[in-house]
């Protein structure tokens, strides 16, 4: 089963602007990650943030995580061509310290 | 390497047939993970290992998928009279410890057909 779902399915940008993805889960966790995926590629991590954490940045990109509504959100800011791609959220749920379980993603296409 | 790697990268098979997909992890990592990819779906969890031992099998979707990692490295997931069904993209990953889950680092996966 998978524990987060990503909103929205798929997302189409002009180069430059700026895309926001959610992720919504069910069960309390002890952190949240995003990855990202080229097609036909293996996932790269992007960032994880703890669930004592509210906000964190990463170069272009920024994430939030509100626990009481369990939900996180990635913003890709300035975004780029390359920035094209399927991204995930991952979570691990707490008392499961291993075990990270992704959503079904969001494809992002960011149009030059 | 490097990476995580993994091998072969695309195996075709006749339904029914025995397949096995491994897994090289990053040299020192102690946590390795296999996952299962449909089309336009996330990863879905299949099994993961800390050290040589499965501590958790729980996403193994039945008795004809099994999985080891005999000397702590790498890994072989085995399918056995394989379905149509088990038609995926295969994904292994490592992490440096799986105490708590930090970032994984995925392979390229072995797209796996099933005719």
């Known amino acids: 089963s998978q524990q987060g779902e990503e909103d929205p399915q798929a997302l189409s940008i002009q180069e430059g602007e700026n895309a926001t993805m959610n992720c919504s889960y069910k069960?309390?966790?002890?952190?949240l990650q995003w990855y990202r995926q080229n097609s036909g590629r293996g996932l790269v991590h992007l960032i994880l943030?703890?669930?004592?954490?509210r906000e964190k940045h990463s170069g272009r990109l920024r994430v939030t995580l509100d626990t009481s509504k369990k939900s996180s959100s990635l913003l890709i800011t300035a975004s780029r061509a390359a920035d094209t791609a399927s991204y995930f959220c991952?979570?691990?749920?707490?008392?499961?310290?291993?075990?990270?379980?992704f959503g079904k993603g969001t494809l992002l296409t960011v149009n030059p | 390497g490097a990476g995580v790697s993994q091998t072969p990268s695309n195996k075709v098979t006749e339904k029914g047939k025995y397949v096995e997909l491994r897994c090289d992890p990053i040299?020192?990592?102690?946590?390795l993970y296999w996952y299962r990819q449909s089309l336009g779906q996330g990863p879905e969890f299949l099994i993961y290992f800390q050290g040589t031992g499965a501590a958790d099998d729980s996403g193994l979707p039945n008795d004809r998928f099994f999985a080891v990692r005999p000397e702590g490295s790498v890994s072989t997931l085995k399918i056995q009279r394989t379905e149509r069904g088990d038609s995926a993209v295969y994904l292994c990953?490592?992490?440096?410890?799986?105490?708590?889950?930090?970032?994984?680092?995925f392979g390229e996966g072995s797209r796996l057909t099933v005719l």
């Open positions: 991952a979570t691990d749920a707490a008392g499961s310290n291993y075990k990270l379980t």
């Open positions: 990953a490592s992490s440096v410890s799986g105490s708590l889950a930090g970032e994984l680092f």
């Open positions: 069960t309390s966790i002890n952190n």
């Open positions: 943030i703890r669930s004592n954490e």
């Open positions: 040299s020192g990592h102690t946590a």
